[in-house]
């Protein structure tokens, strides 16, 4: 991660935000926990990876959250996380 401005998934959002309104646009596969606001009302994020992050997204139909993974236990313990990668 190089910052916003050199994250070719970042750059290519808010191409294609240039063109249409998306709430959310979903990546996967870059591994680094990522849900960030590249404009008003439209967020980037990556779903980031089992692995090193213990990260996954909820939707209930309006609100799409990234979280990461605390436990074994109840998921009521588990964090939201938001902005560039999760350390």
């Not at 401005?5 to 990522?34: A, N, S, T």
């Not at 309006?62 to 350390?87: F, N």
Request: hydrophobic share 35%; proline share 5%.
């Amino acid at each position: 991660w190089l910052g916003a401005d050199k994250e070719w998934l970042v750059q290519y959002c808010k191409d294609e935000l240039q063109k249409q309104h998306y709430d959310y646009m979903i990546f996967g596969h870059r591994h680094l926990p990522i849900d960030m606001e590249v404009k008003p009302g439209s967020r980037y994020v990556n779903l980031g990876d089992w692995i090193s992050y213990y990260t996954y997204a909820t939707f209930d139909g309006d609100e799409l959250k990234l979280m990461e993974r605390m436990s074994d236990g109840p998921l009521e313990v588990d964090v939201q996380i938001s902005g560039g990668p999760a350390a």
